[in-house]
């Protein structure tokens, strides 16, 4: 998988996505109307294509790209167990975000197919808390 296909599925699978591609990265809102305000936004994904904001992955090797997925808790817990030591720099590989892991953010450096098959099941959770957050009190989706 690369960055466009990666970027096209979300699109193409999650209603109401905004896109913003600023700053080396690319950033997935859940905003159907694309009203909210900006500091009321909170991506439920990102891609990542440079060393920025962390040098954990070490994403200035050339053609390495990161997507960032933020998960629930108990989602984070099945997944890694307790304190293991994790390679940030290992390609193909669902791991811990390098610094929002303890904010339940998963990551993996280009995905294969394979892994992004596994990879969307955390996507579609992710989505669906970005959508319960901007419905209505009391609301269903």
């Not at 991506?43 to 920025?52: G, I, K, M, N, R």
């Amino acid at each position: 998988m690369d960055e466009t296909a990666i970027t096209k599925y979300i699109t193409d699978t999650f209603a109401g996505v905004d896109v913003v591609v600023a700053s080396g990265g690319t950033f997935f809102f859940h905003d159907p109307g694309k009203g909210l305000p900006k500091d009321h936004r909170f991506p439920f994904a990102t891609l990542v294509t440079s060393d920025e904001d962390d040098r954990f992955s070490d994403l200035n090797r050339p053609g390495v790209f990161r997507l960032n997925v933020g998960v629930s808790k108990r989602t984070f817990q099945s997944l890694f167990g307790p304190s293991e030591g994790h390679d940030f720099t290992a390609l193909d590989r669902i791991m811990p975000h390098p610094v929002y892991g303890k904010m339940y953010w998963v990551c993996v450096l280009n995905p294969s197919d394979a892994t992004f098959e596994a990879v969307k099941s955390l996507l579609a959770e992710a989505y669906q808390a970005a959508a319960r957050k901007h419905l209505p009190q009391g609301g269903s989706q």
